[in-house]
């Protein structure tokens, strides 16, 4: 009886250490579920806020034009320019926004016409981020960024060959 008595404490013990593993097992699952469940969500964790607005040449609609936000830090954005000079930026989604703070801003507005002709509806310096010389500052969601171009002295638009 004795033996018995022992070998069933010791079991009892061992069912307890493998219980309290288990469950230690387990929160640590669920931690890391958590951490990750909050990291890989529906919701942006890089600080992307819905964003939109519309540009404008010599302070008409320009329609024909992809937009790109390059942050300090963090994703380039861009979006479509419509007929009506609105674009909405999108980063991995469709409209999901762009991060908050400042950005440099290019502004491509050319259209192929067949071969190496290219129909360019703002100056080429608009382009390419290094001569475009915009930007714009994200604080918070908006709706009401405007991105505003020049001709200068030559008015267009041209055609180029590349």
Avoid at 52 to 70: E, K, M, N, Y
Avoid at 109 to 136: M, V
Wanted: charged content about 20%.
């Amino acid at each position: 009886m004795g033996l018995s008595r022992s070998l069933r404490a010791r079991t009892n013990r061992c069912e307890a250490l493998a219980l309290r593993s288990l469950a230690n097992r387990l929160s640590a699952g669920l931690a890391c579920g958590l951490l990750l469940g909050g990291s890989i969500g529906c919701a942006p964790t890089d600080g992307r806020v819905p964003a939109s607005g519309v540009v404008l040449i010599d302070g008409q609609p320009l329609t024909t034009a992809i937009i790109r936000f390059f942050p300090e830090s963090g994703r380039m954005c861009g979006g479509q320019v419509d007929e009506e000079g609105r674009f909405t930026l999108s980063c991995i989604k469709p409209g999901d926004g762009a991060v908050i703070g400042t950005h440099r801003v290019a502004v491509i507005a050319s259209e192929p016409l067949g071969g190496n002709k290219f129909r360019w509806h703002a100056p080429k310096q608009y382009a390419d981020i290094a001569t475009s010389g915009l930007t714009a500052q994200i604080d918070g969601p908006t709706e009401d960024l405007k991105i505003e171009l020049s001709w200068g002295k030559k008015k267009g638009p041209f055609i180029d060959r590349m």
